[in-house]
């Protein structure tokens, strides 16, 4: 294992804990400095002891990046007890869904907000045994999250066309995360979405809205033909933000009649919808899809989130959009309602 690989793989262990904080900023800080020196520095310093002489890098990335060089083909010491603090669990009803899901119908990239490349999330999804996943970065109107303009939609369409080739049979589904505006439209040209595989629409804005104004506004954007996903419908962000309030039955009777399927969230701030509501989706007759709303390649492991709330309340297997392969998938997508 490279340092630059045992680097990755902390870095992947700690998004999958969600810890954002100061120690998963300083491994990033040593990837990036360890990235920029010269051929051979790195096992120079190691072996003289001065790795933490660079700037960025302290005495927890200094020894992992030294284990890395000195610890043959086993895995350093310091992964192996983040690999096993980092686990997320799952209970036995929850394995049922997860072993059932063919993919992830909502992942970001570093052309977004994302942490990490297209390729390396591909290759991630791989790894866990996806057999796709849908790039979904977010619409131009999210600025704090470099949502993506028409032109660079356009260039990212090129790029995750040459990776399909490299990664194949593994597919990147190119989709879009797509902001709902204030009166129901979509945050993309009609041709574009024509185009996508998939669509993901979610309210971003004003999600303090009276129940009066959001409900048709979300009733709108399910209804369009483009609108594949709900993504996190009430918006909540437990212990931050309050659940936007909208009338359940009529947004759910909108997706069951325009054959729009409503996210189950795994995000562990998100979980979203509560469980009330994915009952009530589940009596109106909806087709749901469990997502990780990966933002980096360890939190596309958080889908068991997802899965064991489907499990407590009995989601019907047989509903869920990505229990499909990938063809499946594209084809119910383009299919009317």
Known sequence: MTPLEALDRAIHYLDRAHESGFKAKAFVRAREVIRELPAGEVEERAAAGTLTELPGIGNATARLITEALTGGDGEPAYLVKLAGETVVPIT???????????????????????GATIEEMARAAIALGHEYIVLTDHSARLTVAH????????????????????????????????????????????????????????????????????TPRMIAAVRSPHVDILGHCTGRMIGRRPPSEFDADAVFAACVESGT??????????????????????AAGCWFSIDSDAHATGQLEWQPHGCDRAAKVDVPIERIINTRNADELVAWTESPA
């Open 261 to 282: 399927a409503v996210e189950i969230n795994s995000r562990p701030e998100r979980l979203d919808p509560p469980f009330e509501l994915i009952e009530r989706a589940i």
């Open 147 to 214: 949502g993506l303009d028409r032109e660079r939609l356009i260039q990212q369409i090129g790029v995750v066309a040459v990776l399909n080739e490299e990664l194949a049979p593994f597919r990147i589904l190119h989709g879009m995360e797509v902001d709902i505006h204030l009166d129901g439209s979509l945050d993309l040209d009609d041709d574009l979405l024509a185009h996508l595989d998939v669509v993901v629409a979610s309210v971003h804005s004003k999600l303090r809205m009276d129940r009066k104004e959001m």
């Open 92 to 114: 036995a009803e929850g394995q049922r869904y997860r072993d059932a899901l063919r993919g992830d119908c909502h992942t970001h990239s570093t052309w977004s907000d994302g």
